[in-house]
Antibody, heavy 120, light 106 residues
Framework: EVQLVESGGGLVQPGGSLRLSCAASGFTFNNYDMGWVRQAPGKGLEWVSTISDTGTSTYYGDFVKGRFIISRDRSKNTLYVQMNSLRVEDTAVYYC?????????????WGRGALVTVSS | EIVLTQSPATLSLSPGERATVSCRAS??????LAWYQQKPGQAPRLLIYDASYRATGIPARFSGSGSGTDFTLTISSLEPEDFAVYYCQQRNFWLTFGGGTKVEIK
């Protein structure tokens, strides 16, 4: 089955760190650019980051401001995002998503999401 | 940043009716616009990309049109499973989403 499964969400204090993982299966992970998109409770979608298929190119939304790092392990078919200096406003469901082949800026396969809650 | 403004915020329609959702960009995005559907508790689903191309497995009742700054998603005849929130997304300059349009049952 073609799927993405996120893990690593949870409650963290402001200023803390968290790493999300996304396990890919059912497709050739190494052939696709990948990304993260988040959704605050009751709000719309917000692009977080994208990484190229080779892992050599990374892109971030303006709000990240050097706090998050996207990476991938091509041997484990897994995508990561390391989130540091977390703020209350980072509270959201974080979706892992596969980019459309040939276009890293549209997403055609999504995970179910991981909830990150930043609160004291 | 390119801002995408969707209208209306909510659309109240009955099954079988035609739905039209608009997305206006603060500056031109060419044809680099996509539409997603999201149901409660679920991840988004890609419907349309590059303004008018249906994604794999998307029914023909969904269509997209437009270019430049004005785009439209049309659902020709609403099925019960189409009641959801719809988002537009541009990729001409980085990546931004519209605020969403909820299509609800009247």
């Amino acid at each position: 089955e073609v799927q993405l499964v996120e893990s690593g969400g949870g409650l963290v204090q402001p200023g803390g760190s968290l790493r999300l993982s996304c396990a890919a299966s059912g497709f050739t992970f190494n052939n696709y650019d990948m990304g993260w998109v988040r959704q605050a409770p009751g709000k719309g979608l917000e692009w977080v980051s994208t990484i190229s298929d080779t892992g050599t190119s990374t892109y971030y939304g303006d709000f990240v401001k050097g706090r998050f790092i996207i990476s991938r392990d091509r041997s484990k078919n897994t995508l990561y995002v390391q989130m540091n200096s977390l703020r209350v406003e980072d509270t959201a469901v974080y979706y892992c998503a596969r980019a459309v082949s040939g276009s890293r800026w549209y997403f055609d396969l999504w995970g179910r999401g991981a909830l990150v809650t930043v609160s004291s | 940043e390119i801002v995408l403004t969707q209208s209306p915020a909510t659309l109240s329609l009955s099954p079988g009716e035609r739905a039209t959702v608009s997305c206006r960009a603060s500056q031109t995005v060419g044809s680099y616009l996509a539409w997603y559907q999201q149901k409660p508790g679920q991840a988004p689903r890609l419907l349309i990309y590059d303004a008018s191309y249906r994604a794999t497995g998307i029914p023909a009742r969904f269509s997209g049109s437009g270019s430049g700054t004005d785009f439209t998603l049309t659902i020709s005849s609403l099925e019960p499973e189409d009641f959801a929130v719809y988002y537009c997304q541009q990729r001409n300059f980085w990546l931004t989403f519209g605020g969403g349009t909820k299509v609800e049952i009247k």
